[in-house]
């Protein structure tokens, strides 16, 4: 679980990293910025949740369900402020980094899914992996 661990959020600080050459070119650059900061962090974390592994005790699928609560929420943290700052989205649930844009309701929809729904799944992940240490 360690090397998945360091491998997912190697590759999600790689794309917090590339994120931030984009936000200039993004409908909202504030979001992008917001996005680009996700990723780094959430990577930084799924690489400090790698190293932290071996001192958690958990049924083997407790663990992995942790795993992919965590991953999930850490990726779907990235993707949702990349989408609400590409498309101007986000006003219901991020009001301060949406600021004045404004997208499809669908598109506030699919942001907002994202964030309630990421919100949970990271909340969950850690709590199983505190309870595991």
């Given amino acids: 679980m360690q090397t998945v661990l360091y491998t997912l959020g190697l590759m999600l ?5 590339l994120t931030g050459f984009a936000i200039p070119a ?15 962090l959430n990577g930084m974390f799924l690489v400090l949740l790698g190293l932290l592994w071996p001192h958690i005790h958990l049924p083997n699928a407790l663990g992995a369900t942790a795993v992919v609560l965590i991953v999930y929420g850490a990726y779907a943290n990235w993707l949702a402020t990349l989408l609400a700052a590409a498309w101007g989205a986000g006003r219901k649930l991020a009001p301060i980094a949406a600021g004045n844009h ?5 598109r506030e929809r699919i942001v907002s899914f994202l964030l309630l729904s990421l919100s949970l799944a990271i909340v969950v992940g850690v709590g199983i992996v505190i309870a595991g240490l």
Wanted: hydrophobic share 55%; proline share 4%; net charge positive.
């Fill in 13 to 17: 600080f790689l794309l917090g990293l």
């Fill in 102 to 106: 404004s997208a499809t309701a669908t």
């Fill in 26 to 40: 993004l409908k909202n650059p504030r979001m992008a910025l917001a996005s680009h900061l996700e990723a780094v």
